[in-house]
């Protein structure tokens, strides 16, 4: 009877999930696919390459990949990358995709060698800034469309640059087209979402009153039906070499977005993600999209939020949504010609809003000024100037803050005292008539971990106590990590010391520090008999360099 019981279970709860994922795969398509779209455009790829890019990225990302109930597919920051690289460093399409599949074959050599866990140590704030800037460049870039102009070429600048001639040649059907889309976006009522969600009934909204009333504006026009077919041909060598770098950024920039959102899953799921399997599965994906002519894609916070709260518990999901989309292009593509270019442009406004992180903005008063910095750097050069620089730049600046806080925390736990002989000699026989107020000995203390961050100031620091001394004693056994910039400062320490004619005495030493210390050989000149593990044998060591008349005094 239990066994009955147990099974009659099984299947109540395999039909319960099937119909989670059904229902979350079937919501993620409805609420990606006029996203899709849009993107395709943004990409400067079309609005076919956004639907391939969710196939492809969609359904091998999830098979392949290390997050359950991650929908994935093209993505605000990945597509504006993919449309600055084309202006600056593609000629022809051959070129761009060629891009793409570099990345994608980064991404899986990344995740083969088990070093994508280290990605998401990517500093916050130049996440924030980068993100805040694709959502600032998504929406100003729009605003020609959302008039009724096409897209200017060279980014946020051109974009600027256009719109003097553009004021004068506003095309009022394609502005109305768009403000009716964007505030369908904006005012969709919360308790319909769940059944409707908000971008594809501004979608429906926005192409029904351009085919109703408003019909002499640009539309996305002929999608090529059927399935697509291999676009990618071989490009020269040098090409290959010089893709090289953008491709690196756009697989860093699919990468950091991916395993972020793959955070996101696991806290609403209670799952852990495998985040070197994530990065092959968005490599394999990237690759196939790259070859059938999609834009670049990574995992979709909007879309794996929309799957988990729509029932979704395992990666049936995610193939559900690939499949149902691919249904559209195989044979629902003559439906999606008619959508105006303009209800794109009043959805992808909405989108680049919601991209800002609107969170750090509200609490820009109360950022530490340095990271403030660092966003409005990151921010900066990503609109201004390029996504690749943003963020490059930015993880620079976020590194020499980071090191200059590490620089006050690590000094913070460097102790330099004098150890007056009074106390420290107490009961040894021949101190009892040194002078009280005397400290022949020093005694330096490192605690806690110490690296490049504090290395110089160390010296600056330390270096000058130690002349004022006979005796020095260099504690490690508080230190717990030593990194070999800090050893090397460790060793010009002892330098220092023997250049001012003051002997020294090594104590405490774990077994890691010490470790690092023999390795880079800084302690291949202190005798045995000058490594010590208390402080009571230090004290011994000491008395016997005093009393051996080593010093004067």
């Known amino acids: 009877m239990s066994k009955i019981v147990s099974g009659q279970q099984r299947i109540n709860y395999d039909l319960q999930t099937l119909r989670g994922d059904l229902f979350g795969g079937v919501t993620s398509m409805i609420v990606a696919l006029p996203i899709a779209l849009a993107f395709g455009m943004a990409s400067g790829l079309g609005a076919a390459a956004g639907m391939y890019s969710a196939i492809a990225i969609g359904f091998f990302a999830t098979v392949f ?68 800037g694709i959502g600032i460049i998504i929406m100003t870039m729009h605003t020609l469309p959302f008039v009724g102009t096409p897209t200017a070429s060279g980014g946020v600048m051109g974009t600027l640059r256009a719109w003097p001639d553009v004021i004068d040649n506003i095309n009022t059907s394609a502005l109305a087209i768009a403000s009716v889309t964007l505030a369908v976006c904006v005012f969709w009522p919360r308790r319909l979402k769940g059944y409707l969600p908000a971008p594809l009934a501004a979608l429906i909204v926005g192409t029904l009153s351009g085919m109703l009333w408003f019909n002499d504006v640009p539309v996305i026009g002929s999608i090529p039906s059927g399935f ?6 071989l490009p020269s060598t040098g090409f290959l070499l010089q893709a090289l770098h953008p491709a690196l950024i756009l697989a860093l920039l699919g990468a950091i977005e991916s395993l972020l959102t793959s955070l ?90 919601d991209i800002v992180d609107w969170r750090v903005v509200r609490r820009a008063h109360r950022i530490d000024r340095a990271d403030l910095i660092v966003i409005l ?74 690296t490049v961050a504090s290395s110089r100031k160390l010296v600056e620091v330390i270096g000058a106590d130690i002349k004022d001394h006979e005796i020095v004693i ?69 008395y016997q360099l005093i009393r051996n008349d080593l010093f004067p005094g």
Not at 228 to 233: D, H, M, R
Not at 392 to 420: C, F, K, N
């Open 65 to 132: 990949g290390g997050t359950r109930c991650q929908i994935s597919g093209p993505t605000g920051p990945m597509v504006i990358a993919m449309a600055v690289i084309i202006s600056t460093h593609t000629s022809s399409l051959i070129e761009a995709l060629t891009i793409v599949v570099l990345a994608g074959l980064i991404q899986v050599l990344v995740g083969m060698l088990g070093i994508g866990r280290f990605i998401v140590y990517t500093p916050y704030m130049v996440v924030s800034g980068f993100m805040s």
């Open 377 to 450: 750097v990151t921010l900066g050069l990503t609109v201004f100037v390029d996504l690749i620089i943003g963020v490059a730049i930015g993880l620079i600046v976020a590194g020499m803050v980071h090191a200059r806080q590490l620089e006050s925390l690590e000094l913070d736990s460097a102790l330099s005292v004098p150890l007056m002989d009074r106390t420290f000699f107490s009961g040894l026989k021949g101190m009892a008539e040194a002078d009280p107020y005397l400290a022949r000995v020093g005694l330096v203390a490192l605690k806690g971990r110490f």
């Open 264 to 353: 996101v899953a696991d806290a609403m799921t209670g799952t852990q993600h495998d985040p070197n399997r994530e990065l092959v599965g968005q490599g394999i994906g990237n690759i196939v999209s790259g070859l059938f002519g999609g834009a670049p894609g990574s995992g979709s916070t909007t879309g794996t939020v929309t799957n988990i709260r729509a029932g979704a518990v395992t990666r049936v999901s995610g193939v559900i949504y690939a499949l149902l989309i691919l249904a559209v292009a195989l044979g629902l593509g003559r439906y999606i010609e008619p959508i105006p270019v303009a209800v794109l442009a009043g959805i992808l406004m909405k989108v680049g809003w």
């Open 474 to 542: 260099f504690d490690f056994s508080g230190t717990t990590y030593l990194d070999d910039s800090s050893a090397m400062v460790v060793e010009n320490l002892m330098n220092i010391a023997t250049e001012e004619h003051t002997e020294f005495i090594v104590m405490g030493l774990s077994v890691t520090v010490a470790h690092t210390l023999h390795t880079l050989n800084i302690l291949q000149r202190v005798p045995d008999e000058r490594l010590v593990e208390t402080l009571d044998e230090a004290r011994q060591v000491a």
């Open 228 to 233: 697509p077919e291999v676009q990618l041909g």
